[in-house]
Structure formats: structure tokens, C-alpha cells
């Protein structure tokens, strides 16, 4: 396989500081752009897929639409903290092979390929060492037909989730003896994988829930170690009068482990509320439930009088020991573990009447190729959703994101107080993650981007919520004519800082240069303080 370290010419030097462009204005804001990271584009260029390594940078990787060889070419780059281009690659490829998932785990990116469209070929993954560069190809034979909905890495091997005949299953491949091996204990009819998710100490924790319309359901939480040897399982009785939509666990930062998610009543696809609970397999444990009404911002969206008539609906309905009637389409997102507590990110959109009407379909939001990934529902995985107790018909026409919603909870998993932040005039052409936040130390912001502005609700140690706004930093003879809103992002990236990127078109003013206007690919980093 090929490596190149430059792009000819197509990479424009990171900034060593910002700060000489605005000494004055940096004394009165709390967040900064402290970093960018340029690259021309053609419009014929793939969109870049953005894998945040934390400490380590963020890996690029896309489909260069290019072949040597009869081999399809895949551009890999690595950008350290600062936004320095450390190197970039080119993998050359099987061009019948499709990317359907990728990962970050102790120095090395995973990509992982399907051959074919069909659920029973073949997969490829390939490892890439971010120091040495070094890559390794694996082969993983399929003697089933397995439909993978989560991709995780642990410390020598991988974990795919997902179903066989309508069945949850887990498989684990082991990258040393090169063997894979289904996990015992799954394989339950009726039944729905909500998560895999890997801990800090290399173990691993699955949800399944119980679809069927007997009285008492159950949520059934599994942790196993590395070679899939079941370490632990707690049965969690779900209200009868309440159905679990989704499931996310934390990942033993804290001793505890919490389970937390969205609910609703009977069939229902849209959300009443969310819940959390510890898990505690030596004792009965309950389920804390918070209809949306309990949460002081969660309402933010609605109209002013309507927000205090579904409040007073949701204490009179407490009271009585009533559900209040309120639902809404909400997806939850990201769950962030600290040592003081946990932090929930949902947002509430509303998906185009020629949407199906399910929260958690299947959709690639417009990126080339649609995939698996480990964070739950953040940052990539509602995209690759995919599970046969969904609809997963393929999307037309637009999603428009309302609402992101911040809830902070204690170390029990007890609702301590939540955050809010209007989402105004996002569409999305899928089902995709608009916002992120900071939940580190006494660090709290919640944001999202709106066309060429940053929009930030700061929280301060005292509770009080800071109003910021944010315009991309560029030198002084440079311009933002256009800045694509639908292919934006922004993700939290370590400790406090964010990471926002898409693509520009920029104009210089002076004078210069032969063609004055280029289109770009960029990163921003943004210190939140």
C-alpha cells in the first residue's frame, strides 16, 4: 500500500497563533478559535469523514475516487491537537469492498468494509497505527447472514452487535489469532439490541429489551470481558405502564455503571421522557422515569403558554401518579461520564412527512457510505441504525432538528438540573447529530452551528447560562462568501474543546493571487472557558 505525506500543495499551514488577529476581543470572550485547519477542494471531492481521536487529534478519512491497479484509493490523514497535518496516507483497496464502520482506540484507526451489498459477505477491516503508520489487514468470514448495528474496538479485538433471523447477536473477532466466535446468551426472540459499548477496563456492556406484549417486560443488561465471557447480568423490570425506546450505559469512568434512555407509552415511537438507573445485579434496583414536562428547559422550543400548560400538566399527572400526554420525537445522542456525575445530550426534531415516522431509522444523512460506529447514538451511530424492530426504509426529504437538551445527573443517576439551546432553522437531510457539549470540570456549554456563526449557551460555576456568539477567524485579507450550513459539524473533542468543521468558499481581498476565491474543507478549534 501506498503512503504519501504531502497533498501537492493543496495544505494550507495551520496558524501558529491567533492571538495577534484579536488580542482586544479575546479579554472579554470565554470561547476562543485557537486553531484551523485548511484544504481545497473540488466539488467532485468526497465529503471527509471525521473520527476524533482525542488527545491524539482527528483522523480524515474518505473515498478519493481514485484507482491504481484496479485498486479504489482511500485518503487517510491525521491532524494533531494544534490542527498540524502530522502525515497522510492513501490505502489502496478491493473497489468491490464498501466502508459500513470505523473506530478509535489505543493509537490505532479501525476501518471496516463490507464486500458487496449482501449482509452475509465477507468483512475487511483494516488497522492503521497513528505513530508508526504501520496498517494490518484482516478477513472476516461470514457464515451467517449478520445484519451489524454497533462496531467496537477493545484492547485486542473487536465487538460487532447486531442480528441474525431478526435475533440480536454478538460477534467478537480477535485480532492476535485472527477468530471470531459468537457470544453465548443472545439469539432471544422478540427482543432488541439497544447498545454495545466498551468500558475503560476493557470489558464490554449490551442492552436488549423485551418487544413482546407481555405485561412485564425487562431490561437486560450484560457486561463480558475481552474474550466474551459473561462477567456480569442484572433483569431490570420495566414499568407496565411504560415502553423503552432506547438505552445508552457509561463506561466505569465511576465505579457506578448507569443506564439511561428515552421511554414512552404503549407502542408509541415518540418520547414521554427519559430515565436512568444504576446498575446493581445483587438487588432490586428502580427506574428513575422524568417525563419532559420535569425537566425546567427541556420545553424551550414550544411557544411560551404552551410550555407552562405542559408543565402544569406534568405536576398535576405527578401527583395522581399519572403520564402526562405530552410526547415529541427525541433521540438521545451522547452520554459524557466525569467524576462528579454523568452529563445526557437528546435532541428533538421533527422529520419531513415523507419521512417514516420512526425516530431511528436507517440513513447515511448524505454522506457516500453508510456505516456502523461505537457511540451509541453520537456522534455516528443514528446514522448507520439499522435493526429489524425499526422500519429502515430508505429517507427522502429533510429532517429539522427543534431542540438540544443537556441533563445533568449525580453519581446515583438522580436528575440534578438541565440546559436547553433552540436549534433554529437546522435541516438535516437525515436523522443527524446537530449539537455536542462540554461536560468537563466546571466546564458546562452546550452548542450547535448555525450557517457561519457558532452559537454557544456557556454555563458558568455559579449556574448562570452566558450567550455567545462565534464567527469563523480567518487572516485579515481573507472572506467567507459561503459556508455550507448542511455539511457542518461540530463534537466535543477533549477536556474543553470543541472541534467544528465543513466547507467554505473564500474570497481574498487582496489582490494576490490569480484565481482570488477557493473552496475548502476546514477545521476550527474552539476553547471553551
Do not use: C
Not at 70 to 77: A, M, P
Not at 208 to 217: G, L
Not at 482 to 509: A, C, E, M, P, T
Amino acid at each position: 500500500m501506498k503512503k504519501r505525506f504531502n497533498i501537492g500543495g493543496q495544505s494550507f499551514a495551520l496558524w501558529q497563533t491567533l492571538v495577534f488577529s484579536f488580542l482586544s476581543w479575546i479579554s472579554s470572550a470565554q470561547s476562543i478559535q485557537t486553531a484551523r485547519y485548511e484544504l481545497e477542494q473540488k466539488n467532485s471531492d468526497q465529503e471527509f469523514i471525521l473520527v476524533s481521536m482525542q488527545a491524539e487529534g482527528i483522523a480524515l478519512i474518505r473515498d478519493m475516487e481514485k484507482y491504481k491497479d484496479g485498486k479504489q484509493l482511500w485518503q487517510v490523514i491525521r491532524v494533531d491537537t494544534t490542527l498540524q497535518e502530522v502525515w497522510s496516507m492513501e490505502l489502496d483497496i478491493e473497489n468491490r469492498l464498501r466502508l459500513v464502520g470505523y473506530e478509535y482506540k489505543d493509537n490505532h484507526i479501525y476501518l471496516l468494509f463490507r464486500s458487496g451489498e449482501h449482509e452475509a459477505s465477507d468483512l475487511t477491516l483494516f488497522t492503521i497505527h497513528i505513530g508508526s503508520q504501520e496498517i494490518r489487514r484482516y478477513t472476516i468470514k461470514q457464515e451467517l447472514s449478520f445484519k451489524v448495528t454497533h462496531f467496537s474496538a477493545l484492547a485486542s479485538s473487536i465487538a460487532l452487535g447486531g442480528y441474525v433471523s431478526n435475533e440480536p447477536a454478538i460477534l467478537l473477532y480477535n485480532l492476535e489469532n485472527e477468530k471470531a466466535k459468537i457470544v453465548p446468551g443472545f439469539f432471544i426472540s422478540d427482543t432488541e439490541l439497544l447498545d454495545l459499548r466498551v468500558n475503560t477496563n476493557n470489558t464490554f456492556n449490551t442492552i436488549i429489551t423485551e418487544r413482546n406484549n407481555k405485561q412485564t417486560k425487562k431490561l437486560i443488561l450484560k457486561t463480558f470481558d475481552a474474550s466474551g465471557a459473561m462477567l456480569m447480568e442484572d433483569i431490570i423490570e420495566i414499568d407496565e405502564k411504560r415502553t423503552i425506546l432506547s438505552g445508552i450505559t457509561s463506561t466505569l469512568i465511576n465505579d457506578e455503571l448507569l443506564l439511561v434512555g428515552t421511554w414512552t407509552v404503549g407502542n408509541s415511537k415518540l418520547a414521554s421522557g427519559i430515565y436512568t438507573t444504576l446498575i446493581d445485579p445483587f438487588s432490586e434496583q428502580s427506574i428513575n422515569y422524568y417525563d419532559f414536562g420535569q425537566l425546567q428547559h427541556f420545553l424551550d422550543y414550544q411557544k411560551e403558554k404552551r410550555i407552562v400548560k405542559l408543565k402544569q400538566r406534568s405536576v398535576v399527572a405527578k401527583k395522581v401518579g399519572d403520564i402526562p400526554d405530552f410526547k415529541t420525537y427525541a433521540i438521545p445522542m451522547r452520554l459524557e461520564e466525569q467524576p462528579t456525575g454523568f452529563a445526557l445530550l437528546t435532541e428533538v426534531y421533527l422529520p419531513s412527512t415523507s419521512l417514516n415516522t420512526n425516530p431511528y431509522w436507517n440513513t447515511n444523512y448524505g454522506l457516500p457510505y453508510a456505516g456502523y460506529s461505537p457511540y451509541g447514538y453520537n456522534p455516528f451511530m443514528n446514522r448507520y441504525y439499522n435493526t429489524p424492530y425499526q422500519f429502515n426504509s430508505p429517507q427522502t426529504g429533510e429532517t429539522k432538528m427543534l431542540h438540544a437538551s443537556l441533563s445533568l445527573f449525580d453519581l446515583q443517576g438522580k436528575l440534578l438540573s438541565d440546559y436547553g439551546l433552540k436549534l433554529e432553522d437546522k435541516k438535516s437531510s437525515g436523522l443527524e447529530q446537530t449539537s455536542d457539549f462540554i461536560f468537563y470540570g466546571d466546564h458546562i456549554a452546550l452548542a450547535y452551528k448555525k450557517e457561519k456563526e457558532l452559537i454557544i449557551n456557556n454555563t458558568k460555576s455559579d449556574g448562570v447560562v452566558i450567550p455567545e456568539t462565534l464567527v469563523t477567524q480567518l487572516e485579515e485579507t481573507a472572506i467567507i462568501r459561503h459556508d455550507s450550513n448542511n455539511n457542518s459539524l461540530i463534537r466535543s473533542w477533549y477536556k474543553n474543546i470543541f472541534f467544528v468543521s465543513g466547507y467554505q468558499n473564500i474570497k481574498d481581498k487582496s489582490g494576490k493571487t490569480e484565481d482570488p476565491t477557493r473552496f475548502v474543507f476546514y477545521i476550527n478549534k474552539i476553547e471553551v472557558h
